[in-house]
């Protein structure tokens, strides 16, 4: 059964840093692409971050660009989302889903981990 | 950026009803379509790849059409645990893009 379950979210000032990870299993981890979303209260879906299938290739949204970095362990079959100079409007549930080899829609989605930045 | 354009942003109806959703994209996407269902405090689920390929174990009441910039989400018999919202995205370009949302509740 594939499973991904992201860890990590929390409180954090603007201008902080927090590391997302999403612990996958069920599938050969490596081969996949992997994306962030997230969700902003009361908001639609965005797309923050994707990963290539071992990592070759990433691609951000201009909203997060220079100060979000996703990043992969494929020994350890996790996802990460190191997240610095974090601004109030980051705040949102960050979704960890898992995508196909080449296209990039998403079959598998974490319940979830919220980010809230506030002073 | 593909804007992808989504209406109605909300809607009611009964059970049994056929529900239809359209997702417009500001360019040709072909059919890099996808179709999600979030229902309220869960994670979106993956309902129709492709445009109109039903994803494994989706109930055949889901079926999604189109091509190049207007695609269409239907249900054909709505049931009580269709509620929440729906969502499609384009996966032809990068950035990926999501259409706002059509929050769908019983009547």
């Known amino acids: 059964e594939v499973q991904v379950l992201e860890s990590g979210g929390g409180l954090v000032q603007p201008g902080g840093s927090l590391r997302l990870s999403c612990a996958a299993s069920?599938?050969?981890?490596?081969?996949?692409?992997m994306g962030w979303v997230r969700q902003a209260p009361g908001k639609g879906l965005e797309w923050v971050s994707v990963?290539?299938?071992?990592?070759?290739?990433?691609h951000y949204a201009d909203s997060v660009k220079g100060r979000f970095t996703i990043s992969r362990d494929d020994s350890k079959n996790t996802l990460y989302l190191q997240m610095n100079s974090l601004r109030v409007e980051d705040t949102a549930i960050y979704y960890c889903?898992?995508?196909?080899?080449?296209?990039?829609?998403?079959?598998?989605w974490g319940q979830g981990t919220l980010v809230t930045v506030s002073s | 950026d593909i804007q992808m354009t989504q209406s109605p942003s909300s809607l009611s109806a009964s059970i049994g009803d056929r529900v239809t959703i359209t997702c417009q994209a500001s360019?040709?996407?072909?059919?890099?379509l996808s179709w999600y269902h979030q229902k309220p405090g869960k994670a979106p689920k993956l309902l129709i790849f492709?445009?109109?390929n039903l994803e494994t174990g989706v109930p055949s009441r889901f079926s999604g059409s189109g091509s190049g910039t207007d695609f269409t989400f239907t249900i054909s018999s709505l049931q009580p645990e269709d509620i929440g919202t729906y969502y499609c995205?384009?996966?032809?370009?990068?950035?990926?893009?999501f259409g706002g949302g059509t929050k769908v509740d019983i009547k």
């Open positions: 889903a898992k995508g196909l080899r080449i296209s990039l829609y998403f079959d598998y």
């Open positions: 069920g599938f050969t981890f490596s081969t996949y692409a």
């Open positions: 990963i290539s299938g071992s990592g070759g290739s990433t």
């Open positions: 360019q040709d996407i072909t059919n890099y």
């Open positions: 492709d445009a109109s």
């Open positions: 995205q384009q996966y032809d370009n990068l950035p990926l893009t």
